[in-house]
Nanobody
Framework: QVQLVESGGGLAQAGGSLRLSCTAS????????TGWFRQAPGKEREIVAA????????YYTDSVKGRFTISRDNAKNTMYLQMNSLKPDDTAVYFC??????????????????WGQGTQVTVSS
């Protein structure tokens, strides 16, 4: 079992930056591959970025490549999402997720077993 808590969401202007954090408690954080998802009103939940257990491998959905950076610090039981050059289309509830099923990148939401409660990100134009 692992519990995940997101923080760092809020309101930003287009072109601005926010940094999301996902802090885990319970089992050793390095036992989980992790990722960030987002869900906008009326839309399905989508993968934003994912990172392997060690942090050596990462994945980004095309719309955030070059703007967002995913990272993790297993010693601090925390995963981060640095979001730069924000756009109004980035507005959504952002969720962190974890899975112990695999060692590397996981992009399918149904492969994740643990989810945070979500944090709202709103980008104004």
């Amino acid at each position: 079992q692992v519990q995940l808590v997101e923080s760092g969401g809020g309101l930003a202007q287009a072109g601005g930056s926010l940094r999301l954090s996902c802090t885990a408690s319970g089992r050793t954080f390095g036992s989980f591959a992790t990722g960030w998802f987002r869900q906008a009103p009326g839309k399905e939940r989508e993968i934003v970025a994912a990172v392997s257990r060690s942090g050596s491998s990462t994945y980004y959905t095309d719309s955030v490549k070059g703007r967002f950076t995913i990272s993790r610090d297993n010693a601090k039981n925390t995963m981060y999402l640095q979001m730069n050059s924000l756009k109004p289309d980035d507005t959504a509830v952002y969720f962190c997720a974890a899975t112990a099923r695999v060692f590397t990148i996981v992009t399918l939401h149904n492969m994740y077993d643990y989810w945070g409660q979500g944090t709202q990100v709103t980008v104004s134009s």
